[in-house]
């Protein structure tokens, strides 16, 4: 089993920054790819970003991208995502996911075998 463990959401300003932590502990060897989402009510879960594991490998979505850095510690199993130039429409709450392959449609949710419990991030103006 793997377990996820999101940290790291709060309230800021817009314009400011925060980064949200993912602590992965458990059975990691079995996790190829993490990812991040985010959900606000009445949407579907929404892509934000992926890394490989064990590859220098990373994929946003176009409504974060130059904004967002994902980013990990093997040696922490943990992954990050650096928020900046936030705006109030990345307000959600942001979830990690883990994946065991590595998928070529990343940015379905279906693509991922394990999932945190989400931190907020509620921006406001």
């Known amino acids: 089993q793997v377990q996820l463990v999101e940290s790291g959401g709060g309230l800021v300003r817009t314009g400011g920054s925060l980064r949200l932590s993912c602590v992965v502990s458990?059975?990691?060897?079995?996790?190829?790819?993490m990812g991040w989402f985010r959900h606000t009510p009445g949407k579907e879960r929404e892509f934000v970003a992926v890394t490989k594991w064990s590859a220098d490998s990373t994929y946003y979505a176009d409504s974060v991208k130059g904004r967002f850095t994902i980013s990990r510690d093997n040696a922490k199993n943990t992954v990050y995502l650096q928020l900046n130039s936030l705006k109030s429409e990345d307000t959600a709450v942001y979830y990690c996911a883990g994946g065991r392959r590595f998928w070529s449609d990343y940015e379905r949710a279906g693509r991922y075998d394990y999932w945190g419990q989400g931190t907020q991030v509620t921006v406001s103006s």
């Open positions: 458990g059975s990691t060897g079995s996790i190829y790819t």
